[in-house]
């Protein structure tokens, strides 16, 4: 099943640990991603960039099994989770985690038990167990002593550092990040982007994010994919898209903006039509 | 469109919803009744909370509701019945209509006020702040998770919730027999108590208890169905109380026939 997994378990860098094969996605009749195709392997941090309505949100999704790909594979861990049945993708998504755009913390729990709740879901350790563990994982994110807190208590930073604890409970293989500095002033950003260094640093841990900041994007990134218009336009380490010399690239690194789309025209026409074909 | 298109549409609609309803109503009960015995224990203490709200804290509503309800059914029985000189059928009167129907009722339609309505807006806030994606990556059911303890909570609580409406409704019209007819509080319960039959009392408790799977399947339904954005969640809110009252008499009066024809036998 797997990908030339067993001569490459030596070098761990070369291991495929996700594998993206003609990849497609769409919302009823509308398809958003048109065939991606790219690995990210083990131990790296791979950063997908894209503007907005991209399909690099969607693309996340389905990575963590929230949208069901209309064709196309995705080999996690030896199992293509685009074919498994849901207790299959149950056992999956115990060994990643997902960082959610505004944290996605349950408001009617306390910082301690939003951590804990996988642990207490999915685990048979004892109450005592599972403060020692709870207490790690705050303090690996900066939040010692915050496990009391309700999230409404919490700053935007401090929100995603819990939502950062609260995936890394189950010890995941993989760690997804949605956007995780939006939202944040420049400092408590710089202190997220800190964190997923931190935790590739000390945990070797495989991490994709989804993001449009590019500072954010060449601090933390091993290599970097750009999505546009559901198509993957480039893949490659940091260096090689600074010097990449591909026109879309450049426009999105160098923020050039985009030739002025005629909305208002489309809007006339719009009424226009709506004039001669009444009741459409 | 052409009229018999826009019919076949919203039936199919309909259908498709009735249909939506009935999954999550079967999976719910589902990790209500069978999940427990297989080892997937129900989150008790939640259902618990849940029941709180639910019924404890619709208590004091609930009560000042039916009573109100028990002492206007007796003045308009009284009015009739005067007529013929038997005002002391007042008693049986809204003994039988508080337990056969409007107790049932009412008491659904308080629930759907306070729970009904609730369960849409958490659970649509949820999902619009991605709390319910966040449930399926970490591999927890929603409706584990959520939907079955209201599910429990709703099916323990309404019954109950609808013997004490019965109850005040009953004491309702107590206050006008003793008032304006000659009864005394005792005379006047031992009456409605003879009035009553068991059936009466099981088939209002019935009919509670498929009222309460109605209003979670319908509040969680719309919660889960929420769309991207605040005003989503009022939109769903809005949808769950009106859906939940229609089909809640939908039910009832499904339910009142079936009882009826079994009856006839």
Known sequence: MGHSNSAATAMTDTESMISLRNLRVSYGEREILHGIGFDVMRGETLVILGGSGSGKSTLLRTLVGLERPSSGEIWLKGKNIAAISSGEMDEIRKKIGMSFQGGALFGSMTVGENVALPLREHTKLEESTIEIILRLKLDQVGLSGYENYMPSQLSGGMKKRAAVARALAMDPEILFFDEPSAGLDPIIAAGVDQLILELKQAFHMTIIVVTHELASAFLIADRMVLIDKGNVVAIGTTEAMRSSTHPRVRQFLDRIAEPAVSEELDYLQMLTEEHRHPGR | ?265
């Open chain 2, 1 to 265: 469109m052409e009229l018999t298109t826009q019919i076949g549409e919203s039936v199919t609609d309909g259908l498709a919803y009735l249909g939506a309803l009935t999954t999550l109503g079967t999976r719910a009960a589902y990790f209500t009744f069978i999940a427990p015995l297989r080892g997937k224990p129900l989150r008790l203490q939640r259902a618990i909370s849940q029941a709180m709200q639910t019924g404890v804290g619709a208590l004091p509503i609930l009560s000042l509701i039916t009573f109100f309800i028990g002492l206007i059914l007796a003045l308009q029985s009284a009015y009739e019945l005067r007529k013929f000189g038997a005002i002391n059928f007042v008693a049986s009167a809204v003994a039988i209509s508080m337990t056969r129907e409007l107790g049932p009722l009412i008491t659904a339609i308080v629930v759907i006020g306070r729970s009904g309505s609730a369960f849409a807006a958490e659970i649509g806030t949820m999902k619009v702040t991605e709390e319910i994606d966040a449930l399926e990556t970490m591999a927890i059911d929603p409706i584990h998770f959520l939907v079955a303890p209201k599910f429990t909570a709703m099916i323990v609580m309404l019954p109950c919730l609808t013997i004490w409406a019965n109850s005040m409704g009953i004491l309702g019209g107590a206050l006008f027999g003793v008032t304006q007819a000659d009864f005394t509080w005792f005379r006047y319960i031992q009456a409605s108590l003879d009035a009553l039959f068991l059936r009466d009392i099981t088939t209002g408790l019935v009919k509670s208890v498929m009222f309460g799977i109605t209003i979670t399947a319908v509040g969680c339904h719309e919660g889960l169905s929420t769309g991207a954005g605040a005003e989503q969640v009022g939109r769903s809110t809005t949808r769950a109380v009106v859906v939940s009252i229609f089909l809640v008499i939908l039910v009832d009066l499904v339910f009142t026939a079936l009882f009826f024809f079994m009856s006839e036998r």
